[in-house]
C-alpha cells in the first residue's frame, strides 16, 4: 500500500506564507514526479506545480514568482511554499506522486487526502 499524507495549510491573510508539505509512504519502489494541484470553490481542479525526479520544475502562470516546488527524495517527500498569497489562492490543494510500488512495473498516480488554504483579503 502506498499512501501521500499532507501538512501545512490553513488561514493566513493576503500577502502572507504558507508551506505544504506531502509524505509518500509504504511499498514504493520508485517516485517520478511529484506535484501540487488545487480546486478552489466552483472552479475545476487546476495544476499548480510539478517537479521531477531530477529537480525540473513547472508552475501554472497564475503562481509563477510566488510559489516554489522542491522535493526531498531521501525522504519522499514534496513541499510548495507559498508566498505574496492572494485570496484567489483559496482552494483546497492537493499532493500528487507517480510511484511504481514494488509490486508493479508501471506507475501510478496517487493523491494526498487535500488541504484547506483560505487566503483573506
Known sequence: QVQLVESGGGLVQAVGSLRFSCAASGTI????VMGWYRQAPGKQRELVATISSSGSTKYADS????????????????????????PEDTAVYYCTA?????????????????TQVTVSS
Open 29 to 32: 519502489f520508485s517516485i517520478n
Open 63 to 86: 503562481v509563477k514568482g510566488r510559489f516554489t516546488i522542491s522535493r526531498d527524495n531521501a525522504k519522499n517527500t514534496v513541499y510548495l511554499q507559498m508566498n505574496s498569497l492572494k
Open 98 to 114: 507517480d510511484i511504481q510500488s514494488v509490486q508493479n512495473t508501471y506507475y501510478y498516480r496517487y493523491w494526498g487526502q487535500g
